[in-house]
């Protein structure tokens, strides 16, 4: 067997593929999934020009919510706006197509991912002129770094790549070839048997994971790096933010270093598919007691019981779906 396909076998058996059923909105219609497709010359193909949301939908007991949907498509079209792309769809179109989207496939839960890319035209680094695509797909996706992560806690590494930095790429648009990044992050991960990598930014202090923010806490109070720095600054990391101030923990935006991430009595990522996930050792390190911290666990069941509409406070950030 060849490298490539032993590789892609090994990744196959890990991960399950795309369910291949149901609709996909593109370009303001609805198609079946696999007649989504698009021209081996897409301009995004080949020089990663697109930008893109992960959304999710949760079932609760008072029906099916898009969480922070505005947010989401606030920060798409932010995304595209830094890389001068024109999205063809307003904001309306686009918020009701992912309705629509959840709606049509009858997920009463689901991650969502829109995504906008420059088609096929004519290639040449420069964009302009090429059509502007536009998707949306909704599947089945549990939790991101595995059922037990959330519980447990996850192992990490910090990777030798350096995140991007705000003077290489808007780091703050959550654009397609930015992951190009994050890869290489994971491949160290995978490469070195643990759940995840932790980027550093190229002056040496704490980034974010390579679909995650991150959070330290010690002494009770939380750390994070600030929404300036070379980070893609989350939705959930927001409102994990807004959730712990509103119980009354501290929070403090600032540079963390590798040393104090290290000593920190926990550590978590959050992110619309991590949600918000423990994290128990780096680099071999145990981070406090080597389990889902007390602050954590604090903080991920207020987290879950807001997208689960328990939360009468916070019920502003649910867009109802009928389904
Ligand atoms: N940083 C990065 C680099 C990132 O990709 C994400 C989301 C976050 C932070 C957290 O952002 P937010 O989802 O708004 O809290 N990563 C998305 C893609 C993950 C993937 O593997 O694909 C996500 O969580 O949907």
Redesign the pocket.
């Known amino acids: 067997m060849r490298p490539q396909a032993e590789c892609l076998d090994k990744v196959i058996k890990m991960v399950e593929q795309l369910p291949e059923e149901g609709k996909i909105w593109f370009n303001g219609a609805f198609v079946d999934w696999k007649k989504a497709q698009v021209h081996v010359l897409a301009h995004g193909l080949h020089y990663g020009s697109g930008v893109f949301?992960?959304?999710?939908c949760y079932a609760t007991e008072k029906g099916s919510f898009i969480f922070r949907l505005k947010e989401?498509v606030d920060?798409m079209y932010r995304s595209a706006a830094l890389y001068k792309m024109e999205i063809p769809y307003t904001k309306a179109v686009m918020t009701d197509a992912i309705k629509e989207t959840v709606r049509i496939n009858g997920f009463d839960a689901c991650?969502i991912r829109p995504i906008a890319f420059y088609g096929y035209h004519h290639l040449g680094v420069n964009p302009a002129g090429n059509p502007v695509d536009c998707a949306i797909a909704t599947w089945r996706w549990g939790a991101?770094l595995g059922e037990d992560a959330l519980k447990n806690g996850i192992r990490c590494i910090f990777s030798s790549w350096c995140r991007i930095d705000p003077r290489t790429l808007p780091v703050t648009a959550?654009a397609t070839g930015?992951?190009l990044n994050?890869q290489l992050a994971v491949f160290e991960a995978t490469e070195r048997g643990v759940d995840e990598a932790i980027m550093l930014d190229i002056n040496g202090y704490v980034a974010?994971?390579?679909?995650?923010?991150i959070f330290a806490v010690k002494n009770a109070i939380l750390y994070t790096p600030e929404a300036e720095s070379a980070?893609?600054?989350?939705?959930?990391?927001?409102?994990v933010i807004t959730i712990a101030r509103d119980i009354g923990y501290e929070v403090v935006e600032k540079p963390i270093t590798k040393a104090e991430l290290l000593s920190a009595d926990e550590a978590f990522f959050?992110?619309?598919?991590?949600e918000v996930s423990p994290i128990r050792e780096i680099d071999d390190v145990t981070i406090g007691e080597g389990k889902r911290g007390e602050v954590t666990s604090v903080l991920q069941k207020k987290f879950f019981d807001v997208v689960n509409a328990k939360e009468e406070k916070y019920m502003s950030w649910l867009e109802p779906v009928s389904i």
Request: net charge neutral.
């Open positions: 949301e992960g959304i999710r989401h920060r991650y991101y959550k930015h992951y994050s974010e994971g390579p679909g995650e923010n980070i893609l600054p989350g939705i959930t990391r927001d409102s959050t992110g619309t598919a991590a």
